[in-house]
């Protein structure tokens, strides 16, 4: 019983139907990529973290016991003594840096940025993974629309093959009229072959997107459509690119790289200044060899009071000459910083051309839309004409045939440009701050 609850539980859910938004929501808990970019981010904010705790003291400690045979120094009076002892020490410290040229205020700065910087990446990669799960989505939805209009196209030349084996049976076609009608159904069976495949191959890369398993089956729906293409969409680019650079997780990621090098400079100049290192410890022991007048040892509580030693001190550290490796080290700060500041000028140019290149595809296949429509409109007529004359053995099958693929192609302009706006629509609709699929 409970296998075949499993079972029916297993096939309702091959047979739901999955909307965009359930493809990229399910993509954004399950992609490896994106899983990645977040174990990054909780790298950066660990290190961020450390670097705020570099500013606090360094304690640690030390014990250490044994015992001597033979001949032997005596640690508590440095004599050599040939009887064998035991012994035992602790210690105890502690240092701070009090200054050493502001580097660790600079690293923790520095850390900080790379820690912004790997959040805006991993927002980055969940916005790329949504795109690219949409074009996917949107792939598959054409292919499958293709093939209705495919297997339609088959099915009228199938039709027409049945139609001209008649006429040929009562001597009102040639032969070579059947050659070419059944010439045209096989041309529509393969385009079926191929369409079906396209289907396949963009349904896996869905999948893997989705982070589905490859033999799991799934069904798409999209009901937004007819509600979307209802009017064109106008939009100021470079006024939209101002709004879009100051938020786009893209370029703040830059931008914020960017910061981190100038910092990274900051943390490199600090080889130059002087540091100065504040010390303290305390440190006792116990020695076997301790012995009073009476030539008893001292007991190990008075012994451990009695040797205690405190230090506190400071140490200044200047540097002089370490061929010229600072030096060295902060020329390549400053060009990685230039480099930085580059590949943040290439990603705000990127960002305006591809911004510029979406809304002129987003208004040309509104305007595609449109004029694929009315002819299509006006193909299926003369298809219509066409078959009507074909019928009546005043056109031949090639002239029948030459209207049928034209308003067959015709049918997939419409599809691509609906899809194709719908796509672009929803680019201009991030740019603007929303993310549709949220």
């Known amino acids: 019983m409970f296998q075949f609850l499993m079972l029916t539980c297993m096939q309702l859910t091959a047979q739901e139907k999955w909307t965009l938004k359930d493809c990229i929501n399910y993509a954004i808990k399950n992609n490896l990529v994106l899983h990645s970019a977040g174990l990054d981010e909780k790298i950066a904010e660990t290190n961020y973290i450390q670097s705020k705790w570099n500013l606090l003291p360094g304690i640690g400690g030390s014990a250490d016991a044994g015992m001597n045979y033979g001949r032997s120094v005596d640690p508590n009076t440095n004599g050599i003594v040939n009887t064998s002892f035991f012994n035992s020490s602790y210690y105890l410290g502690a240092s701070v840096d009090l200054f050493r040229g502001f580097m660790l205020q600079n690293q923790i700065k520095y850390q900080q940025y790379r820690k912004e910087a790997a959040f805006n990446n991993k927002v980055s990669e969940t916005d790329d993974l949504a795109f690219s799960v949409m074009n996917a989505f949107f792939y598959v939805l054409y292919f499958e629309e293709l093939m209705r209009i495919a297997n339609d196209q088959r099915s009228l030349s199938e039709l027409n093959v049945k139609k001209m084996q008649v006429l040929v049976t009562t001597g009102l076609k040639s032969q070579t009229d059947l050659l070419e009608v059944k010439a045209n159904f096989e041309k529509d069976e393969l385009f079926c072959i191929q369409t079906a495949n396209n289907i396949e191959s963009n349904r896996i890369l869905l999948k893997k997107a989705m982070n589905l398993p490859p033999d799991q089956q799934i069904r798409l729906e999209f009901r937004e459509m007819e509600s979307e293409i209802d009017a064109a969409i106008t939009a100021n680019i470079t006024e939209l690119f101002v709004q879009h650079a ?56 008075d012994q451990i009071r009695n040797n205690s030693s405190q230090m506190i001190g400071a140490t200044l550290t200047i540097p002089v000459f370490n061929k010229n490796a600072v030096r060295f ?110």
């Open 329 to 438: 080290d902060v020329g390549r700060s400053k060009l990685d910083a230039d480099q930085a500041k580059t590949r943040l000028e290439i990603a705000r140019q990127n960002l305006l051309y591809q911004m510029e290149g979406n809304y002129n595809e987003l208004t040309a296949s509104w305007k595609e839309l449109q004029q694929s429509k009315k002819q299509l409109q006006a193909d299926t007529l003369a298809y219509q004409a066409s078959q009507k004359k074909f019928n009546q053995g005043m056109i031949t099958a090639v002239e029948l045939y030459t209207t049928k693929n034209r308003m067959a192609s015709t049918s997939g302009q419409v599809l691509h440009a609906e899809l194709t706006y719908a796509m672009k629509r929803r680019i201009l609709e991030f740019y603007e701050g929303k993310r549709f699929w949220e």
């Open 246 to 301: 100051a938020w786009s997780p893209v370029i703040q990621s830059y931008e914020l790289a960017w910061k981190a090098s100038q910092k990274n400079i900051n943390v490199k100049r600090a080889g130059f200044s002087p540091s100065v290192r504040l010390q303290a410890g305390y440190g006792t022991g116990f020695y076997q060899t301790n012995k009073n007048n009476n030539n008893e040892v001292i007991a190990y509580s």
